[in-house]
């Protein structure tokens, strides 16, 4: 099998910070998350770059990929060293954390969901957490079952309060059958998720064989774009449109944020581009983001006879020069 580089499909140095992986991996999911980018090879390049953040934002898992060295490369027969991963236990990695109920079967309703396993690459060395394969202590083979991985889409305010989803999620089919079979999960989702978080439901993944521990279910959110308010990590951006009085007068104006409206007061000479703070009104967290209000003057239309001589009387009355600092 190739190896993967997975600090290439990050566009990473390998002396990358944990905020570098982070950072890298938000911006590539916008890029190309299949539900919003128009490149052609979007899913493929949104899978890869998936497994790439699931090993390095993971300190073992990028400690053990690390031991391999820099000197692999692409298009060589890659098999993982006897003892790689020795003095590593890849369970125990702490991630968010969501909560879920296996109702089985179809519900009603449910959401269309398929999760995605990762490459042969990534199995060789991590195998969902443990060696695909292994003997049980009485003797029967068991086999472990394999991390899945899928995205979930909220609204900003869901981010915000938390949500409920019903995923129907694919499975294998059953011994004997060819027919892939579906189970519903029930999901509960914390408050305070941010883009391109990985949320993680332990044993929700794909089934084991025999006595083998199944796997896990990684969903990593997306979160749609808002109608108003623009989220830039914790904190949420809005551009508040405003009179030209109100801006050179002073208002205090009803303005919407993710926990309800609040009162803005406008200081006077407001100019636009003047960026106003409401802290801990951001996306819900330890601590909260802020909300920034950024002002947009916007003029009247000079449409009617009395607008129009209102603006000349401004003209000749106001000593103003907007480009005097020129």
């Given at each position: 099998?190739?190896?993967?580089d997975?600090?290439?499909?990050?566009?990473?140095?390998?002396?990358a910070?944990?905020?570098?992986?982070?950072?890298?991996?938000?911006?590539?999911?916008?890029?190309?998350h299949?539900?919003?980018?128009k490149?052609?090879?979007?899913?493929?390049?949104?899978?890869?770059?998936?497994?790439?953040?699931?090993?390095?934002?993971?300190?073992?898992?990028?400690?053990?990929?690390?031991?391999l060295?820099?000197?692999w490369?692409q298009?060589?027969?890659?098999r993982?060293?006897?003892?790689f991963?020795?003095?590593?236990?890849?369970n125990?990695?702490?991630?968010?954390r969501?909560?879920?109920?296996?109702?089985?079967?179809?519900?009603?309703?449910?959401?269309?969901?398929?999760?995605?396993?990762?490459?042969?690459?990534?199995?060789?060395?991590?195998?969902?957490?443990d060696?695909?394969f292994?003997?049980?202590?009485?003797?029967?083979?068991?086999?472990?079952g394999r991390?899945?991985?899928?995205?979930?889409?909220?609204?900003?305010?869901?981010?915000?309060?938390?949500?409920?989803?019903?995923?129907?999620?694919?499975q294998?089919?059953?011994?004997?059958?060819?027919?892939?079979?579906?189970?519903?999960l029930?999901?509960?989702?914390?408050?305070?998720?941010?883009?391109g978080?990985s949320?993680?439901?332990?044993?929700?993944?794909?089934?084991?064989?025999?006595?083998?521990?199944?796997?896990?279910?990684?969903?990593?959110?997306?979160?749609r774009?808002?109608?108003?308010?623009e989220?830039?990590?914790?904190?949420?951006?809005l551009?508040?449109?405003?009179?030209?009085?109100?801006?050179?007068?002073?208002?205090?104006?009803?303005?919407?944020?993710?926990?309800?409206?609040?009162?803005?007061?406008?200081?006077?000479?407001?100019?636009?581009?003047?960026?106003?703070?409401l802290?801990?009104r951001g996306l819900a967290g330890?601590?909260?983001g802020?909300?920034?209000?950024?002002?947009?003057?916007?003029?009247?239309?000079?449409?009617?006879?009395?607008a129009r001589?209102?603006?000349?009387?401004m003209?000749?009355?106001?000593?103003?020069d907007?480009?005097?600092?020129?």
């Amino acid at each position: 099998m190739e190896f993967r580089d997975y600090y290439q499909t990050l566009g990473l140095q390998r002396a990358a910070s944990a905020d570098d992986i982070r950072k890298a991996y938000r911006r590539l999911a916008r890029k190309y998350h299949p539900d919003v980018s128009k490149e052609a090879d979007a899913l493929e390049r949104f899978k890869q770059m998936q497994e790439a953040y699931e090993v390095l934002k993971d300190p073992k898992k990028r400690a053990a990929y690390d031991q391999l060295g820099a000197n692999w490369k692409q298009g060589e027969q890659f098999r993982p060293p006897p003892d790689f991963g020795a003095g590593f236990d890849f369970n125990q990695a702490r991630r968010g954390r969501a909560h879920a109920a296996d109702h089985g079967g179809e519900a009603g309703g449910a959401h269309s969901f398929e999760s995605e396993q990762f490459s042969d690459f990534f199995s060789s060395l991590f195998g969902g957490g443990d060696q695909p394969f292994a003997a049980a202590a009485d003797g029967p083979r068991r086999r472990n079952g394999r991390d899945q991985h899928a995205t979930i889409e909220l609204d900003l305010e869901e981010a915000h309060r938390g949500a409920v989803r019903e995923l129907t999620l694919q499975q294998a089919p059953a011994p004997g059958s060819t027919t892939p079979g579906e189970r519903t999960l029930r999901v509960t989702l914390p408050a305070g998720v941010t883009e391109g978080q990985s949320v993680r439901l332990a044993g929700q993944g794909e089934p084991a064989v025999g006595k083998g521990r199944p796997g896990d279910l990684y969903l990593m959110v997306h979160i749609r774009p808002h109608r108003s308010l623009e989220l830039e990590g914790r904190d949420v951006k809005l551009t508040l449109p405003v009179a030209p009085w109100e801006a050179a007068l002073g208002a205090t104006l009803t303005v919407p944020t993710l926990g309800g409206s609040v009162d803005l007061r406008i200081p006077p000479q407001s100019q636009s581009g003047s960026r106003l703070r409401l802290r801990g009104r951001g996306l819900a967290g330890d601590p909260p983001g802020d909300q920034y209000v950024v002002l947009k003057v916007v003029l009247p239309p000079a449409d009617t006879p009395a607008a129009r001589e209102l603006y000349e009387r401004m003209r000749t009355e106001l000593a103003f020069d907007p480009r005097a600092s020129l």
